[in-house]
């Protein structure tokens, strides 16, 4: 069964600085991972999603994130934050195993990302 | 356009009350997913509707839950006997297609309080 461990559940950032969220996985073939954001009272946003190709994917309001196979990790990287970034911030992993052909999405546990003026 | 829509966005019920929570997905999307978000954990996968097929009910935590899907579109998520433990964000979502391919689209969820 796969599964995704989101090793920090907050972090703290200053405004402009760099930021790298981590993701690890466990699945048996080729994953199809995805990155998530969470605003307060609001449900989840895709960020950016990996299913093949280019191991460094762009997504949306300047994240990106590097699939690395060798290590099972898809971590999520932002150069310069911004206090808008604040959110809970989800990985995932997705597997076509659902009845119908679904794609059962296993999300981590989150990290709750904070900005300091 | 229209997102995921749910209803109610908050919802207090005592315990060993029924609840019914609503779904409007995206117009056109066939695929529909409920997930449950507890308090400092991740997302729970609870129910899958795909077109008129059968749905994969493997994530339902106990048969208190059922769900269905009317003509394709808006789904009910009903939870009998509602307990302390049921509390928590329900989220939908729906997708345009089946398989990883296709991302979903979550609404607001509808916040559970049972007291």
């Known amino acids: 069964a796969q599964s995704v461990t989101q090793p920090d559940i907050h972090i703290t950032v200053s405004e402009g600085a760099s930021l790298e969220l981590r993701c690890n996985y466990s699945?048996?073939?080729?994953?199809?991972l995805f990155w998530y954001v969470q605003s307060p009272g609001q449900g989840l946003q895709l960020l950016l999603k990996y299913f093949s190709g280019d191991t460094l994917v762009q997504g949306i309001k300047g994240f990106e994130a590097e699939f690395k196979r060798s290590q099972s990790s898809f971590n999520l990287r932002k150069p310069s934050v911004h206090w808008s970034d604040a959110a809970e911030y989800f990985c995932?992993?997705?597997?076509?195993?659902?009845?119908?052909?679904?794609?059962?999405?296993?999300f981590g546990t989150g990290t709750q990302l904070k900005v300091e003026l | 356009g229209a997102g995921v829509s749910q209803s109610p966005s908050n919802k207090v019920t005592e315990k060993g009350k029924d609840v019914e929570l609503r779904c409007d997905p995206i117009?056109?999307?066939?695929?529909l997913y409920w997930y449950r978000q507890s308090l400092g954990q991740g997302l729970e996968f609870l129910i899958y509707f795909q077109g008129n097929s059968a749905p994969d009910k493997s994530g339902l935590p106990s048969d208190r839950f059922s769900a269905e899907r009317t003509g394709g579109s808006v789904s009910t998520l009903t939870i009998q006997r509602t307990q302390q433990e049921d509390s928590a964000v329900y989220l939908c979502?729906?997708?345009?297609?089946?398989?990883?391919?296709?991302?979903?689209?979550f609404g607001n969820g509808t916040r559970l309080t049972v007291t």
């Open positions: 979502a729906s997708s345009p297609a089946t398989g990883p391919n296709s991302p979903l689209h």
């Open positions: 995932a992993v997705g597997a076509r195993v659902l009845t119908g052909g679904g794609n059962k999405l296993t």
């Open positions: 699945y048996g073939a080729t994953p199809y």
């Open positions: 117009s056109g999307h066939t695929a």
